[in-house]
């Protein structure tokens, strides 16, 4: 199996105040095709600096990382990225439409292939009968699921989702987790953090544990949790023993 | 080109739908209206009087706004944390940054042509009017003012906030425009250090004086030289491009975290 993600010996350290903060430690990790993969671990632990390295926000001080076996730091590798940030906000003066529109053509998609594009993820986030309307006049799960559908719009293989139901009501969350079995279904590799390790363990085949910026475990869900108990059990007692 | 153009495009739709241009086109109709008509010294009815206070006040708004929608395009895109999905996309710093310039330069330049517009529609119900040629050339070399304003802008808000790169820009734009024209005379007063500190200024500083044709459109001087007109060109494209390419070095590494460190 091909991997979609591979991060080796990735290492982040922030001046603050003139002292060194070590945001990832060493960090080994591979994210197979294909599968929905939960990064987790509690507030601070790397992850969404991980995923700033992989969408090259951020320059990593040492190691690498590669997705479809691209450096990050190349622009073409996000040819086949899509991604929702954590606190997802957008050009709130457009409407649906046009941010999908500029979405799309910033991956060169036009013509009748955009529209019919757009229509597309319009439909899987259940957003049809707003798009005209301003952003400026969603409510915060409305904003959630265009900024969901502009990082589909490139039909993406590898969607990067950091906290995707963060502060959404259980509809929009069930809608989220329904997008995300979707999209596995489609063969689509989905990469996501979240606090909800319910959530993670219905729908992640992957997990990868991430405590002060140090992978604890990594492996199928089915290994890595042990039989009979809970993600969350486990989850406590592996982030304590650190 | 897409990629820019699409930058460009939706840096467009945000300076027309916040309504910028509108309060400055009004406030520009009414101070030439009202100045026009309340006949300051005696001089309301003369069309050179219009002409240089229309004009004047189209470089001050075309400035205003040059500076104000440079300045904000891209920490806002930051404070917004709109840069995390735009940058996620397969589109490079260069293309960004050349995107953000060519939106807020283009509307820069199109709100000073309605500017042009509204001064040519009150100088000719003055009974006045301007000659073709010299007026283009002005409106041209205006918009090559404009190109390197937002230059500046743009290369200080890579590295600053909405609010200290529009301030740096405004004083050193506005230096540009009322000093540098005036350190020759400065510097032939001045000897040694001085002197030298002077015509540092007067070299590294943009030299605006050679944009503005203003006094040969009021005074109808006629048009200037073409070989001066596109030298002057020539210099506002190079500085522009000069602080266009500040603007990619100093973003192109740039680290982006939102909240706390990790």
Excluded at chain 1, 178 to 203: M, N, P, Q, W, Y
């Amino acid at each position: 199996m091909d991997n979609a993600i591979e991060i080796r010996t990735l290492s982040v350290v922030f001046s603050s105040n003139g002292r060194p903060i070590t945001a990832l430690d060493s960090l080994n990790l591979c994210v197979p095709s294909g599968q929905v993969f939960g990064f987790i671990g509690p507030n601070g632990a790397g992850k969404t600096t991980t995923m700033h390295v992989l969408l090259g926000f951020i320059a990593a001080t040492a190691g690498e990382a590669r997705i479809f076996n691209t450096d990050v730091n190349k622009s073409i590798a996000r040819q086949r990225i899509g991604y929702l940030p954590e606190h997802p906000d957008t050009y709130k003066f457009l409407t649906g439409r046009e941010l999908l529109v500029m979405a799309g053509r910033l991956f060169l998609i036009r013509g009748k292939q955009l529209s019919d594009r757009i229509d597309e993820v319009l439909s899987l986030v259940n957003m049809q009968n707003v798009s005209n309307r301003k952003i400026a006049t969603y409510s915060r799960g409305m904003m959630q699921r265009i900024c969901l559908a502009q990082a589909l719009i490139n039909d993406p293989d590898l969607v990067i989702l950091d906290e995707p139901t963060g502060g959404l009501d259980p509809i929009g969350r069930m809608e989220v987790r329904r997008i995300i079995t979707d999209l596995r279904a489609r063969g689509k590799t989905v990469f996501f953090s979240s606090h909800e390790l319910s959530e993670v363990e219905l729908v992640c085949d992957h997990l990868a544990i991430l405590s002060k910026g140090r992978l604890i475990v990594q492996g199928p869900t089915s290994k890595v949790v042990p039989q009979g108990e809970s993600l969350e059990k486990y989850f406590m007692k592996a982030v304590s023993n650190q | 080109m897409t990629r820019i153009l699409t930058i460009a495009h939706t840096v467009w739709l945000g300076t027309i739908r916040k309504k910028d241009i509108y309060v400055l086109l009004i406030l520009l109709g009414a101070l030439l209206l009202a100045m026009v008509s309340l006949d300051v010294f005696g001089l309301g009815g003369a069309v050179r009087y219009v002409k240089d206070l229309g004009l004047l006040t189209a470089w001050f708004f075309s400035w205003i706004l040059a500076v104000n929608i440079s300045a904000r395009e891209l920490p806002t895109e930051e404070t917004n944390g709109t840069v995390f999905p735009l940058l996620a996309k397969p589109i490079t710093r260069a293309e960004l940054i050349a995107g953000k310039w060519l939106g807020t330069w283009s509307v820069a330049v199109i709100s000073t042509m309605f500017f042009y517009l509204l001064i040519i529609a009150v100088v000719k119900y003055k009974g006045g009017s301007f000659e073709f040629i010299p007026l283009a050339q002005a409106i041209i070399l205006h918009s090559s003012a404009l190109s390197v304003i937002c230059a500046i802008a743009l290369a200080f808000s890579t590295r600053m906030n909405h609010d200290a790169a529009t301030s740096i820009t405004y004083i050193l734009t506005g230096a540009a425009f009322f000093i540098v024209p005036r350190v020759p005379e400065f510097m032939a007063r001045e000897t040694g250090f001085a002197a030298n500190m002077l015509m540092l200024i007067y070299n590294l500083l943009p030299h605006f004086e050679v944009f503005d044709m203003r006094k040969r459109l009021v005074h109808d001087f006629g048009p200037a030289t073409w070989k001066i007109f596109f030298i002057v060109l020539c210099y506002g494209a190079l500085i522009s491009f000069t602080f266009i390419l500040i603007s990619w070095l100093a973003y192109r590494n740039k680290r982006f975290s939102r909240g706390n460190l990790i």
